[in-house]
């Protein structure tokens, strides 16, 4: 067994399978927030690269199905795929139109953004009783909110305070990947 620590409190005795886990959704969620992070930097400053970070973020979800499909089963792992595209989807769609100056458009994008968590946070309180859906659904507005405002500070060329709301948004990333391995662990008693 290995000791696991996190800054001032010990998270307990872990196998190496159990912190490989870890470690992979730790891995999905940072490609989650750093993929979509080039996204609006390329939208922002018309990269010819957009086309091909899409496309790698656009992977991410797939990526996220490969790993819950042995504890979900096909069904589930496809439908958390299926939730998280259509929540890329409409943070490209939101981050078009701002840069448009679209608001009727930005307003509805965020209705739809929003709905979206709330579908998220109750699929994962449904497949896990470890998973609370008001935890998850906390955790989602917090990350669309943020992830909001880094591409509102990018667009507007305020790059110090985009790089300070990142910081904010990959710490919580971890909190997520955190959450969706230790619910796992204590589900599946996955040693």
Do not use: C
């Not at 699929?123 to 935890?135: H, K, L, R, T």
């Not at 110090?160 to 919580?172: G, R, V």
Request: hydrophobic share 40%; aromatic share 12%.
């Amino acid at each position: 067994m290995v000791r696991f620590k996190k800054k001032n409190s010990v998270l307990g005795n872990y196998t190496s399978n159990q912190i490989n886990l870890m470690n992979t959704f730790r891995k999905l969620w940072e490609q989650h927030i750093m993929w979509t992070r080039s996204f609006i930097i390329s939208i922002a400053s018309n990269l010819g690269d957009l086309t091909m970070v899409t496309n790698r973020l656009l992977q991410n979800p797939s990526d996220f199905e490969n790993v819950l499909r042995p504890f979900y089963g096909r069904e589930n792992a496809a439908k958390f795929q299926s939730l998280f595209q259509e929540h890329l989807l409409i943070a490209a769609k939101l981050v078009n139109d701002a840069k448009a100056g679209n608001t009727a458009e930005v307003k509805e994008d965020e209705i739809k953004w929003y709905e979206n968590a709330d579908q998220i946070a109750a699929f994962m309180a449904s497949i896990n009783p470890y998973w609370s859906e008001q935890e998850w659904r906390a955790l989602l507005y917090d990350h669309l909110k943020m992830t909001e405002n880094e591409a509102v500070e990018r667009l507007n060329g305020q790059y110090e305070a985009d790089i300070l709301i990142y910081d904010s948004i990959e710490e919580q990333a971890l909190k997520m990947a955190d959450l969706m391995s230790t619910g796992i662990i204590k589900q599946f008693g996955y040693k």
